[in-house]
């Protein structure tokens, strides 16, 4: 079954991760740095990779989540607006995230709005779960 919803949501996170990914390797090569170690830390690089492991982190279970909402038949609209939310928040995690500020309204929002988004969509699936199980 074709899940075009999902394939474009899926699309556009691959371009971010890669452009996250690039950042970062990016900062590695001009630091010389390949694994972050040493005194002191650079913490400007560190910040570029937990950038990119916090997306790794959260959006692959958040697709899988997604991905099985369109399977089973949710409205594309609720699907549209879930991932334009998701990719709103992560735009938002990645400006917002900096070692030296964890109360950044960025970091807040994005985190937040990433934890509730995949929440809502797992919610979601179980309820839809559920219901299939029973009927």
């Known amino acids: 079954m ?7 949501y ?11 990914s690039f950042m970062a390797g990016s900062a590695r ?12 830390v650079d913490m ?15 959006i692959p279970m958040f697709l899988i989540v997604f991905a099985a909402l369109e399977v089973n038949g949710v ?8 991932g334009d939310l998701m990719i ?3 735009i938002f995690h990645a400006f917002g995230l900096h070692h030296d500020n964890m109360g950044h309204i960025g970091r807040l ?10 929440l809502v969509c797992a919610c979601y699936a179980v309820w839809l779960s559920a219901n299939a199980l029973l009927a």
Do not use: C, W
């Open 109 to 118: 929002i994005g985190a937040g709005g990433t934890a509730l988004l995949t």
């Open 88 to 90: 709103v928040a992560r």
């Open 2 to 8: 074709p899940l075009p919803i999902t394939l474009f």
């Open 75 to 82: 409205p594309s609209m609720f699907l549209y607006i879930v």
């Open 10 to 20: 899926a699309g556009i996170f691959a371009i971010f991760a890669l452009l996250l």
């Open 44 to 58: 400007k690089l560190a910040e570029k990779v937990r950038r990119h492991q916090n997306f790794l982190e959260y």
């Open 29 to 40: 090569g001009k630091s010389g740095i390949s694994i972050l170690h040493g005194d002191p």
